[in-house]
Every structure is written in structure tokens, then in C-alpha cells.
């Protein structure tokens, strides 16, 4: 096989078919020694399955094609989990994968720990860690249990876990989806000690303005097929969309023609307890209200207490010791998910893994599940009301799957998002609470979701979006209600917003 020194990593032809879905087509592209190569594409386009060949977790033989790594061809094999790490192939999943109850050491040499005479080496282990740690400037202790650190903090363990000693590539699949934007540079801060020591690394994100900041060169995928590599220099931001969506976008937020109503729901100075530490105040006194047909953006740092709030409305987690919740004026006290979901009021979840999919069920049942009562007559389910309910929703967000009897886990991130979001949706609710509703979905179905949004509040529904994106929150919202450390601390009109002010309520400099 030819050598090219320059070379790290080629994929030549290669194809992989599911049952359905050829996930990739035909894909050729090389990747340099070296550099960081940004991998984007629509959701389902293919950038995990990728990863996961490279990987291991999809072996030789079961693709079509080659894969050249260091001018030689991959050939991983089925039964060796830990093959492509030994050849110097880290990848960072999608999903955390860390276990929250063990130590950061314990888990960075999770099932390969240092063992000597038959006991593990706990020295070396922690030894190790620091090594690895401090070396790509790592601020995190070995000795930490990974449930008290933030989700920043988690990140890094889980690139340090990746990364052995001789790591040569790195790969990392929306490694940011989750973390505020100081959390962002940092990472960033990261890449570039990792670039220093040589290693390539290939970045996959929706975020595409991070691939600016940190990326040499793109490959754009778009339903399994390689469309096109180019240097990041040579690429804007319209470019890029364009040759993701393969059409041109001109704008990311559709325009409303919104015109909110009377005030329908209120929340009133709600303070409120850790369920499970009465010590711990997790709301430190919350107060907003919301009219027919707005949406209200809130905005805020991680941690500042936006699920905290949502959830604890919700009736599913803070203990309310004072503070009123009022609906239509009159008072209401939530116990439960149940209750909320009886007073009109439906919840798009955060962690969509936790708390909104069964991904053993098909997609089908996971829209319909929370909402079967609509298709219920005389105790039997109407299936091709269910069916065609379902797949409208399905239509309306362009979901990638063959069929919707394809079971949750077999969908692309993005696409799993779009299932939960659908499945509130058909619950018809008067107020719908989104907790960062966009994460992990690419630019296309963003504005898929956003003209829904619009709709939705155009037929009278009122919605709360929580959005980490200050760009999204600004363009979606009539109004934005700001939270810093537990506390509300502001809410004007859209028209009065610019990042300036959001950031600085959202770091208390200034008090709303
Ligand atoms: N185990 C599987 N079984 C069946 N189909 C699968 C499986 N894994 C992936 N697919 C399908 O292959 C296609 C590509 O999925 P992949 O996860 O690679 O997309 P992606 O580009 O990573 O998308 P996202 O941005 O949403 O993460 C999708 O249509 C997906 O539904
Ligand atoms: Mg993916």
C-alpha cells in the first residue's frame, strides 16, 4: 500500500449497511498527521458509525471498504475490545460513559488498572492519573469522586481515559454538546496542548462555529456520502451550512407572527430543597410569569439552577418550602410528572437518555407512549391512529429512520432528541417547558423545530425554553428571564436583550 508519511488515517470506499439504512456510502477521505479535522453533517449523516469503525465497536469484515491507518490497513478484530486503543486510537463517545460513584483514577484505568502480585496497584493507579492529568493541563483530582464534578470536569476525565500513553488519534464525538461556554474553552484550550504533542485529533460537533476556533481542515458528510474536505481557512459559516444541508439557508430562526395574551401561568419567589439533602437550598427564590402564546427564553450559566427550576414545576424533584406556582390565577400544587402533565403543563427533558426515552421500544410506541389515551377506545388502542399521528410528528421533524417500528437505540443523537421532543408535542400541552431543546441537533432540523415552536405558540401555547445557546435564545424568545446562582435575577423583552446583558446577569456583575 502506498506510504504517505503525511497521511495518518485514509478511509477508502467504505460502506456500512444496516437493516433499512446504509449508514455509509461509499465515503473516501484522508486525514493528516497532526491536525485537528472537524467531521460534520446533518444528523444521521453518519459521523458516529465512523467513529465507531475506527473504534472497533464495528470490526473488520463487517464494512465495506478499507481503512489505512499509519499507511497500513485497520483490521480490527471482533473479540479485542481494547485493539484500537493499543494501536493509539482514542475516542471519546457521544455519551458520558463514567462511573459517578468511582473515584476520576478509577475510572480513567477502568478495567486495565496497574495490578501487581494480584492486587491493584493503587499508588501507580492515582500516580498515573496525575500523570495524564498534568500533562495535557488537566485541572481535575485523581482522587475526586466523578459525581461531585461538573460536567466540564467529567469531560476531561473521559478524554483522559481515552487517552493511554501512546495515543496518536483522538476522536471526539460532540464532546461539547453539554458544557457552558467557559467549559467550552477550555476544552479548546486542551486541543491545542494535545495538537502540541502530536496528536491528530478529529472533532465532530453541531456547533459549527466551534470548527472555526479549533479545527484545520472540514469533511462535510450528508447521508452517508463524503461531500467534500477543505481546509477550515478556506470555509465561512454560510459555506459550510450550505454544503451540510445541500441547500442554502438564509436565516436560523424563523420569524413569528406571535402576539402574546394575558399572563396564564406565574411563578412567585418559589424557594425550594434538595429532595434528597433538606440541608441544601437547590432554589433560592425563582419568580417569572409567562402569557398565552409567548416564549419565554431562560438563560443562564450551567449549574445556575435552570433545570433545577423546570424540574421542580415539573412536580419531579426540589421540595417547595415557599413560593407560589399559579395557573390561570389560581394556585396549584404539583406532586408529580402525573399532576403536571393533567394541569396542561408537559416537560421536554434535558437528559433525553434518563428521562425520555425507552430506547428498547420502538420509535413508534416512544412518541405515542406518554399519550396513548388519545387512541384509546373502548380499552383497545386504535393502531393506525396511533401510526399516523406518530408519523406526522415523525414527517414534520424529518426523523432518519427506515421505519417507526425500528427500536429508539438504533437512531443517530440527533434523532432520538427529535423523538422525545415529538412525544410531548402529541401531549397537546397549554404550557410546554423545553429544557435545551436543540442540543445535539443539527442546523436543518434546529429550524424545523423553531418553526414548530412558532406554531405552537401562534395556536395559543405558551412555552418556557431553557437554551445554553445565547444566539437561540435571543432569536426564539419574546421574552428572556436570566438566572444566576439559584436566583432569578431579571427578565426583560427580547427587543432590550443583547449577550452583553444576559452574560452579565448570568454572572451576577450585574443584579436584574
Ligand atoms: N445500530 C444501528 N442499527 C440500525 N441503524 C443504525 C444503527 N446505528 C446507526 N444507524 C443509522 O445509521 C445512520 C447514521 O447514524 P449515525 O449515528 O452515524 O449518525 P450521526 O451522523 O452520528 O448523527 P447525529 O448527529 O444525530 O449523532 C442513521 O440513519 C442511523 O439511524
Ligand atoms: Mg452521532
Known sequence: ????????????????????????????????????????????????????????????????????????????????????????????????TLIPTMTVGENVFLGREPVEFGVINRDKLYADTRAILSKYQMDVSPLEIVKNLGVGKMQMVEIAKALSENAKVLILDEPTSALSKAEVEKLMGILRGLKEHGV??????????????????????????????????????????????????????PKGKRSPGRVIFEVENLHALDPNDSEREVLKGVSFDLREGEILGIAGLMGSGRTELVMTIFGEYGKITSGKIRLNGREIKIKSSHEAMLHGISLVPEDRKQHGLVLIQSILRNISLANLDQFAHWFRIDDSAELKASLSFAKSLAIKAPDLHAPADSLSGGNQQKVVISKWLMSKPKVLIMDDPTRGVDVGAKFEIYKLMNDLSESGISIIMISSELEEVVGMSDRIMVMCEDKSNGTFDVSEATQERIMALATGISAG
Open 200 to 253: 491528530t485529533c478529529i472533532y465532530i460537533s453541531h456547533k459549527l462555529e466551534e470548527f472555526f476556533q479549533i479545527t484545520d481542515s472540514i469533511t462535510v458528510l450528508r447521508d452517508g456520502k463524503m461531500i467534500t474536505t477543505q481546509p477550515t481557512s478556506e470555509l465561512n459559516l454560510e459555506k459550510l451550512v450550505s454544503t451540510m444541508v445541500g441547500r442554502e439557508m438564509k436565516e436560523r430562526f
Open 1 to 96: 500500500m502506498a506510504m504517505n508519511n503525511d497521511i495518518i488515517l485514509e478511509f477508502r470506499n467504505v460502506t456500512k449497511r444496516f437493516p433499512g439504512v446504509v449508514a455509509l456510502s461509499d465515503a473516501s477521505f484522508q486525514i493528516r498527521r497532526g491536525e485537528i479535522h472537524g467531521i460534520c453533517g446533518e444528523n444521521g449523516a453518519g459521523k458516529s458509525t465512523l467513529m465507531k469503525i475506527l473504534s472497533g465497536v464495528y470490526p473488520h469484515g463487517t464494512y465495506e471498504g478499507h481503512v489505512i491507518y499509519n499507511g497500513e490497513e485497520l483490521k480490527l478484530r471482533a473479540s479485542s475490545i481494547h485493539e484500537a486503543a493499543e494501536r493509539g486510537i482514542a475516542i471519546v463517545y457521544q455519551e458520558l
